[in-house]
């Protein structure tokens, strides 16, 4: 390559970098609308780990502003204060475990330390926080300047097999449960169960947790599922089902994702698909590094055989392949791309905002909680309205939990 070409290919990565680098959010005309808006708006965000990263750090005081990079805690209410975050629903999530008698029973018992940690910290800060289980209640709780927490349990293996825990943890403040984790469990199929489908969709069982679900008014959170599971629910549940923290698979092909014909019969029937912000469910990673890893891979296939020479050959062109081609996080703005594309295909009634904080979510643009504001100024600045950006807040997620309890009180 001559010398001149290497320059320009130089400057011209450099500028490509330097506009990831340049992306802020402080243009003053977009910045004065955006925080007026920000402010007006009622701000929901429907999936957060805070409770798993509560129980994993017994010293965490939600109530103190932590330094999310020197903790990697993401979430605590001065910093939800700081971003302009009115809600959030908080997580009850159990990773998938033994489908025995004890391993149902030890879900259980699990699922009753994360309600208990949810309600103390609440408990705990009045002055901060309040439970709420209705749009309503977390209307109330922000006219009183607090912050309102809902609650969702993430993996249905939290009832086992016992169909009458919905009513237990309904009673408990869960107003959504994730059907499954990342393995199939009794209920249904998850997207990710390297074993495949073992139900195809949800089980005998599934279809009665389902049922019992609409009539309790608990929504059906579809994030974590098969496809064979998601048109299952979709047939068969009475109120519109939502996907927690799901994106669009036309922008990354993940099964975590929803496709188009998803994202339309989704809609079609009233639901809503809120954001994700994990990194590895919104873009693909550079090809260049998959590229490089999989010929390391090729080049020392049993790495347990290695010399120690050969271990320390690896390391060091591990550890340049890390250099050359860092992971670095997703941005904001591939956030509201996917937002743009869900629009574009049902319009904005059906999109929602689900981060994932503290379970990995958290993106260049809106790393933690306090950087939420950064969304409302990206969507300003591509031109949605206020009336749209109150819809993608919470509207959206709020009409879809009246109908769910509109349909359970005609089955009641
Ligand atoms: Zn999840």
Redesign the pocket.
């Given at each position: 390559m001559g010398r001149f070409f290497q320059m320009l290919v130089f400057c011209l990565q450099f500028m490509a970098t330097s506009a990831v680098f340049s992306q802020t959010y402080d243009d003053p005309a977009i910045k004065a609308t955006a925080a007026e808006i920000h402010a007006a708006a009622f701000t929901l965000d429907t999936?957060a780990?805070v409770p798993t990263y509560m129980v994993s750090h017994p010293r965490f005081d939600i109530a103190k502003e932590h330094d999310a990079r020197a903790t990697d805690s993401r979430v605590d209410f001065p910093r939800m204060k700081q971003g302009g975050m009115d809600a959030m629903f908080f997580?009850v999530?159990l990773g998938q475990g033994a489908r025995t008698k004890a391993g149902n029973a030890d879900a259980k018992r699990r699922a009753k330390v994360l309600f208990d940690t949810i309600h103390k910290a609440i408990a705990d800060h009045p002055e901060w926080a309040g439970v709420a289980t209705t749009p309503e209640e977390a209307y109330s709780l922000e006219k009183e300047g607090k912050r309102a927490i809902f609650i969702g349990v993430?993996n249905g293996w939290a009832i086992g097999d016992e169909l009458s825990l919905l009513k237990t943890y309904y009673d408990w403040g869960a107003r959504y449960m994730?059907l499954s984790?990342t393995r199939n469990n009794d209920i249904c199929d998850s997207s990710n169960d390297p074993k495949g489908p073992e139900h195809h969709g949800l089980s005998t069982f599934g279809k009665e947790v389902v049922k019992e679900m609409n009539r309790l008014g608990m929504l059906v959170d579809i994030?974590?599922t098969s496809d064979e599971t998601f048109w299952d629910c979709l047939e068969l549940s009475k109120a519109p089902i939502v996907a927690s923290?799901s994106s669009a698979r036309a922008l990354y092909n993940h099964p975590r994702n929803l496709s188009d014909e998803m994202i339309k019969a989704l809609a079609a029937k009233g639901g809503v698909i809120q954001m994700n912000m994990y990194s590895g469910y919104l873009r693909a990673e550079n090809p260049k590094r998959v590229a490089a890893m999989a010929a390391l891979r090729k080049k020392y296939p049993r790495i347990n055989e290695l010399t120690d020479a050969e271990r320390k050959e690896r390391q060091a062109e591990l550890q340049e392949i890390y250099k050359q081609y860092p992971n670095r996080l997703a941005t904001l703005q591939q956030v509201v791309d996917h937002i743009d594309h869900i629009v574009e295909l049902v319009g904005v009634d059906h999109v929602g905002i689900g981060a994932?904080l503290d379970?990995g979510g958290g993106v260049r643009g809106m790393y933690d909680v306090s950087e939420a504001g950064n969304l409302t100024y990206e969507l300003v600045k591509r031109g949605y309205s206020e009336e749209d950006i109150k819809k993608i807040w919470s509207g959206n997620f709020f009409r879809v939990m009246k109908e769910a309890q509109r349909v359970a009180n005609t089955l009641n």
């Amino acid at each position: 390559m001559g010398r001149f070409f290497q320059m320009l290919v130089f400057c011209l990565q450099f500028m490509a970098t330097s506009a990831v680098f340049s992306q802020t959010y402080d243009d003053p005309a977009i910045k004065a609308t955006a925080a007026e808006i920000h402010a007006a708006a009622f701000t929901l965000d429907t999936h957060a780990d805070v409770p798993t990263y509560m129980v994993s750090h017994p010293r965490f005081d939600i109530a103190k502003e932590h330094d999310a990079r020197a903790t990697d805690s993401r979430v605590d209410f001065p910093r939800m204060k700081q971003g302009g975050m009115d809600a959030m629903f908080f997580a009850v999530y159990l990773g998938q475990g033994a489908r025995t008698k004890a391993g149902n029973a030890d879900a259980k018992r699990r699922a009753k330390v994360l309600f208990d940690t949810i309600h103390k910290a609440i408990a705990d800060h009045p002055e901060w926080a309040g439970v709420a289980t209705t749009p309503e209640e977390a209307y109330s709780l922000e006219k009183e300047g607090k912050r309102a927490i809902f609650i969702g349990v993430e993996n249905g293996w939290a009832i086992g097999d016992e169909l009458s825990l919905l009513k237990t943890y309904y009673d408990w403040g869960a107003r959504y449960m994730t059907l499954s984790h990342t393995r199939n469990n009794d209920i249904c199929d998850s997207s990710n169960d390297p074993k495949g489908p073992e139900h195809h969709g949800l089980s005998t069982f599934g279809k009665e947790v389902v049922k019992e679900m609409n009539r309790l008014g608990m929504l059906v959170d579809i994030s974590h599922t098969s496809d064979e599971t998601f048109w299952d629910c979709l047939e068969l549940s009475k109120a519109p089902i939502v996907a927690s923290h799901s994106s669009a698979r036309a922008l990354y092909n993940h099964p975590r994702n929803l496709s188009d014909e998803m994202i339309k019969a989704l809609a079609a029937k009233g639901g809503v698909i809120q954001m994700n912000m994990y990194s590895g469910y919104l873009r693909a990673e550079n090809p260049k590094r998959v590229a490089a890893m999989a010929a390391l891979r090729k080049k020392y296939p049993r790495i347990n055989e290695l010399t120690d020479a050969e271990r320390k050959e690896r390391q060091a062109e591990l550890q340049e392949i890390y250099k050359q081609y860092p992971n670095r996080l997703a941005t904001l703005q591939q956030v509201v791309d996917h937002i743009d594309h869900i629009v574009e295909l049902v319009g904005v009634d059906h999109v929602g905002i689900g981060a994932d904080l503290d379970g990995g979510g958290g993106v260049r643009g809106m790393y933690d909680v306090s950087e939420a504001g950064n969304l409302t100024y990206e969507l300003v600045k591509r031109g949605y309205s206020e009336e749209d950006i109150k819809k993608i807040w919470s509207g959206n997620f709020f009409r879809v939990m009246k109908e769910a309890q509109r349909v359970a009180n005609t089955l009641n």
